[in-house]
């Protein structure tokens, strides 16, 4: 039977609904501060390879060479003075250069009770029984929905699923209390950690920010030590999980022999829309239940029993340019209403910080070879004029999973496209999209949990991270496994029906 074209006429102009094309254009600026970033953060690297080779030399020197070269010291006290200086020097250069390696323990993801769920009938019913949408915008949600890429199992509070809904400050502590303590249980009881033990809690949720702080509920909760330093990131949008881990990874550098407790959550009671503005009534049909809690470590003891290792973070923020800085907003509509309003810049803006990102991760990841073809196509089109298309490398060869936050369908459509990866490469997205819908900053973690379900991950693997958000933000973070994954031995959000994905999402009409 044909499929009938759904009517697009109602829906609303936000954007075209692509991304730029990465080929059109790149800045020679950001390519600048990506070596830029290279070098002042990353000297040890350059000091490695000598320390080795200077390893290497003496290894082959036989005994009589040794004895040779004793000799020669023992009668010059100045040599002997200048090759211990000279060692001593490269020695602390190579340790104080160094960062201290940050290791990912274990992740734990929420996986919220049955009665949570919500399928699209039930959404459609709850919008219904509100009394407060338009017929005209009833439908519009129901054509959202069908293109969203989300399923029938999504998972929202009781809160919003009642008739009639029953938003209020008491059901919201109750959902970010059962969100966190849900995936801090699950964490602990993964990693068998002392609670005393944490000495860094940080906790980010966009839109809900109460007094005491979500930071200081988990402390009251389980007790935690009175010297723990604590914080709390608020209005940061869907990027905020990796800014907290890049957080986490600074605070982690300056103080030894820690463990850092990440939580990325988003708060939905207090933040549904009930009026008729289309341009805030599309987060509804998106944002769903979700949280995650990552446990972080600095000491070398927890590299064997660490899952991964943080090598690189990259944090790009538009926020100087007014209109990426509007174009995801918090504000009342014509009613008083509140919501989240939705430019028609947003994928537009949303490409440019995206492209400045991986302009700016690429020399810190990218394979000799595929960074002088960057360079050489960039050199011909800059200094020689020549007409061609900037050289778009192969980040595959840079990582073997993406973890692409899971914001909307059309945004993984374009960045499968501009970034050539395979439906394999983008299957994480699209099932955690599917299964659980945009959970905002612990998307990623749906996602990783996913593939670690499947069994992808092997020892050495390299996982790339990417979100944006509001301000406008795109970040990303560069892990690599320690060790093979194995399935049987994890318990996460997946494991119960992870033989059922993937599933076939039907190819849908674009929203014009």
């Not at 070596?35 to 036989?62: C, D, E, K, N, R």
């Not at 463990?259 to 805030?280: D, K, P, Q």
């Not at 504000?331 to 440019?352: F, P, Q, T, Y």
Request: proline share 4%; charged share 20%.
């Amino acid at each position: 039977m044909a499929e009938t074209k759904p009517n697009t006429d109602s829906l609303p102009k936000l954007s075209s609904k692509r991304l730029p094309d990465f080929k059109q254009s790149v800045k020679l600026k950001y390519v600048r501060l990506g070596y830029h970033y290279l070098i002042t953060h990353g000297m040890y690297l350059f000091l490695t390879p000598l320390l080795g080779i200077i390893a290497a030399q003496a290894s082959t020197f036989s005994l009589h060479d040794l004895y040779v070269l004793w000799g020669h010291l023992r009668f010059n006290l100045i040599s002997v003075i200048l090759c211990s200086a000279f060692l001593v020097f490269l020695s602390t250069l190579y340790f104080l250069s160094r960062p201290s390696p940050v290791y990912l323990l274990n992740f734990a993801c929420y996986k919220p009770e049955e009665a949570c769920k919500c399928s699209r009938q039930t959404f459609m019913d709850c919008s219904k029984s509100r009394g407060s949408f338009t017929e005209e915008n009833l439908e519009f949600q129901q054509k959202i929905l069908e293109r969203s890429g989300l399923g029938e199992s999504t998972y929202l509070p009781k809160a919003v699923t009642n008739v009639p809904p029953n938003p209020s400050m008491a059901e919201a502590r109750k959902e970010a209390e059962t969100v966190m303590f849900g995936a801090i249980d699950q964490l602990f009881a993964k990693t068998n950690l002392k609670l005393k033990d944490i000495g860094i809690l940080i906790v980010n949720c966009s839109l809900f920010n109460p007094t005491p702080s979500l930071s200081a509920m988990i402390v009251n909760h389980y007790k935690l030590r009175g010297n723990i330093q604590s914080y709390n990131l608020g209005g940061m949008g869907c990027s905020a999980g990796l800014i907290s881990i890049d957080l986490a990874r600074q605070l982690l550098q300056s103080n030894p022999n820690s463990y850092a407790l990440v939580v990325s959550m988003e708060n939905i009671t207090l933040n549904w829309y009930f009026g008729n503005n289309r341009s805030m009534l599309v987060s509804n049909c998106l944002f769903r239940m979700g949280g995650a809690a990552i446990l972080l470590s600095n000491r070398w003891s927890d590299r064997r029993r660490s899952k991964y290792q943080l090598l690189h973070t990259v944090r790009t923020h538009k926020g100087a340019d007014d209109k990426c800085y509007a174009c995801v907003t918090q504000e009342e509509d014509d009613n008083g209403e509140i919501g989240v309003s939705l430019s028609k810049d947003l994928m537009a803006v949303a490409g440019d910080a995206l492209k400045t990102n991986i302009t700016t991760l690429g020399p810190l990841v990218l394979p000799m070879s595929e960074q002088l073809l960057f360079m050489a196509t960039l050199v011909a089109r800059k200094l020689l004029k020549m007409k061609i298309k900037p050289y778009i490398p192969n980040f595959k060869l840079a990582f073997e999973h993406f973890c692409i936050h899971a914001g909307g369908r059309a945004v993984l459509d374009e960045l499968e496209k501009n970034l050539q990866l395979s439906e394999w490469h983008m299957e994480p997205s699209r099932m955690t999209l599917y299964r659980f819908g945009n959970t905002s900053s612990s998307s990623l973690w749906y996602e990783l949990a996913y593939t670690e379900a499947k069994g992808r991950i092997g020892r050495g693997d390299r996982i790339w991270q990417i979100a944006f958000g509001s301000g406008f933000k795109c970040n990303s973070a560069v892990w690599k496994a320690l060790k093979r994954v194995k399935p049987a031995e994890e318990k996460n959000p997946w494991m119960d029906e992870i033989d059922s994905f993937p599933v076939t999402i039907p190819r849908v009409a674009v929203i014009n």
